[in-house]
């Protein structure tokens, strides 16, 4: 009956994605004066997870010229904002956009642990404690 209990893993993911997003969210707002510096952000949990389940190795660009791949995707996975918007110095954070993106991080680290602990208490009731 409990022989597969992905939603703990997938809570954990989710919350694993939060926390690495807060970090990316943060040094961007650290070089948020740094001459030249284009803001990062990792893509979204629901891309990640649905590419986790078949071959991303074949999905993710690591060259522009590359075939069904972002252009805006580094090999460490992260994205690259657009420069368009960027500052007379060159540099593209906005904190205002950063602090909505940690707000958003907040909220998905917290449903991750409400996920975790629903999923918790469905297995305590099941076993009757």
Do not use: C, W
């Not at 989710?14 to 943060?26: E, F, P, W």
């Not at 590359?66 to 580094?74: D, I, M, P, R, S």
């Not at 460490?76 to 909505?100: C, H, I, K, Q, W």
């Amino acid at each position: 009956m409990f022989q597969n209990l992905t939603v703990f893993e997938t809570a954990h993911a989710m919350a694993v994605h939060a926390g690495q997003r807060q970090a990316v969210i943060a040094q961007n707002v650290a070089n948020a004066d740094t001459p030249g510096f284009v803001g990062r952000d990792l893509p979204s949990f629901q891309d990640i997870h649905a590419n986790k389940s078949s071959d991303a190795s074949m999905q993710r660009a690591t060259r522009a010229g590359h075939l069904h791949g972002a252009t805006n995707q580094n090999i460490d996975g992260l994205v690259y904002e657009d420069r368009s918007f960027a500052s007379p110095d060159g540099n593209s954070v906005s904190v205002e956009t950063e602090m909505m993106r940690a707000t958003d991080a907040k909220r998905q680290h917290d449903r991750s642990l409400a996920i975790y602990k629903s999923a918790m208490n469905v297995l305590r009731s099941s076993l009757g404690r």
